[in-house]
């Protein structure tokens, strides 16, 4: 097997990889270097926890010299200010014995502290693509000394919608330079940007497209709706304690806010939630607590999760099926069964969501392993405002509408109303539960 001292790199990032405890380059990391430092365009496939950021980190700093130019000379685009925050902590980490100059920039931050800094001097720039261009139009950023760009997990970018900053971006930079892009899958539109802006690429290609990893294995429930959901959620993490370290993913921000204020009685010193409507420093700290392993569970949404470095995730819950695109299901499982560990994926399946349950395994090639619905879960019969079937009642259409004042006192006792529901529930879970550990104990004396 490869050492990173056959890589062609210098003592300082040799050192630095020591300290990190790295020897070893990942497959992607030892096809991506010679290929970067060749100068050529190139295009990497590669999910994230494949080692990706490396694989362009490394040799970009290796052919970084000294410089005491204001202007940055490198700028990696990411879609999230989590994702800038990790790949500027990996950049200090690989440059600790050189004197290189990082700032990450982002969306959320503060603008003028950034400008600051970005005047003092720069020669890495990691940026979010709006406020890259944000801070392009105060002229305190200039592109004219920018030799490589990359664009990581593109596919993201694109889905987030930052389409026309990005296209807006790449007009702006210098003609002269290596462009690398990273992305998890191919598609239409990324092929299109390609085309458009790179010179005949290397293509980087560790897996085919969509493959999942082979190391998770993929297991599904069928649930009927969101309180049956909630309850299997609740009695898995009572009754398996290897689910310690999971992340759950939610279609939005909505569903993650109830199912924390569902289990918070009995699990929230254990439970972190982050969507985009939480504070940069509630997700910062919210990551962190999962992280370090403070947190069991992190509930999540696809579009905060992207490209957040947690380690050794046990499982990933697919709390709700992604709704449209097969890949971010491949991108969700991706976040466990990383570096040499295995690691499940559980997947609860409505029937509506049958036809996305096709795509996903027509993709993959494979299926997901149906598990039996644990007889101790209770299977609720509450369905939530829009769960319940739209009825229409042809005698009631053209009676006007009556407009009931809804006060936020009045909301908040609607709202305390279904919360005492789900306690009841509980309750009657945890009863189930109970008696099954009793039946269990008493057979085994
Ligand atoms: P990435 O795909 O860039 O998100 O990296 C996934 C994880 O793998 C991160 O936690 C990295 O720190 C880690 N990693 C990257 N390169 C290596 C390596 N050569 N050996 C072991 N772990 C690595």
Redesign the pocket.
């Known amino acids: 097997m490869a050492s990173f001292k056959d890589l062609n790199l210098s003592k300082q990032l040799l050192n630095a990889l020591t300290d990190i405890g ?1 020897d ?3 497959p992607i ?1 030892e096809k991506a270097l010679p290929i970067i430092l060749s100068g050529k365009d190139a295009v990497g496939i ?1 999910q ?7 694989a362009y980190l490394l040799p970009i700093i290796r052919q970084l010299s000294y410089s005491e130019q204001r202007h940055p000379r490198v700028l990696i685009v990411v879609p999230t200010r989590e994702l800038v925050m990790q790949v500027v902590e ?1 950049i200090k980490k690989l440059t600790i014995y050189m004197s290189v100059r990082t700032i990450g920039i982002y969306g959320g931050g503060n603008i003028n502290t950034q400008k600051q800094q970005v005047y003092d001097g720069v020669d890495i720039l990691v940026a979010t693509p709006g406020r890259v261009i944000d801070l392009t139009h105060s002229r305190t950023l200039q592109f004219k000394s920018i030799q490589r760009l990359v664009i990581d997990e593109v596919d993201e970018m694109l889905n987030l919608g930052f389409r026309a900053q990005l296209t807006q971006l790449l007009d702006l930079l210098p003609e002269k330079r290596q462009n690398l892009m990273f992305s998890a899958t191919l598609n239409e539109d990324v092929e299109v940007m390609i085309e458009k802006h790179f010179k005949s690429p290397e293509y980087i290609e560790l897996i085919s497209r969509g493959t999942p990893l082979e190391k998770i294995i993929q297991q599904a429930y069928q649930v009927p709706n969101f309180y049956t959901k909630v309850n299997l959620l609740e009695y898995l993490l009572q009754t398996d304690n290897s689910l310690s370290k999971v992340l759950l993913f939610v279609k939005n921000k909505k569903i993650a806010d109830e199912i924390f204020e569902e289990l918070k009685a009995e699990f929230e010193s254990v439970i972190g939630v982050i969507h985009s409507n939480k504070s940069q420093p509630q997700r910062f700290s919210a990551v962190k607590k999962f992280d370090e392993g403070e947190h069991r569970l992190l509930i999540a949404t696809d579009i905060v999760a992207r490209g957040l ?1 947690l ?1 050794d995730v046990t499982h990933v819950i697919n709390f709700d099926m992604p709704a449209k695109e097969s890949s971010t299901y491949i991108h969700r499982i991706g976040r466990t069964g ?2 040499d560990k295995t690691g499940i994926a559980i997947s609860f399946i409505t029937k509506k969501d049958a036809p996305i349950q096709k795509e996903i395994e027509t993709l993959m090639k494979k299926k997901i392993h149906l598990l039996d619905f644990p007889s101790e879960v209770e299977i609720s019969e509450n369905l939530t405002k829009d769960e319940k079937p739209v009825t229409r009642d042809k005698s009631l259409k053209k009676l006007p509408k009556i407009i009931t004042p809804t006060g936020a006192f009045h909301e908040k006792k609607e709202k305390n109303k279904k919360v005492n529901l789900g306690g009841k529930r509980r309750q009657e879970n945890k009863r189930r539960i109970a008696e099954k550990r009793n039946r269990i104990k008493s057979s085994g004396k």
Not at 48 to 54: A, I, L, V
Request: no cysteine; proline share 6%; hydrophobic share 20%.
């Open positions: 790295f070893t380059p990942t990391q590669a994230t926890g494949t080692g990706k950021t490396f990996e470095d380690k990383r570096a």
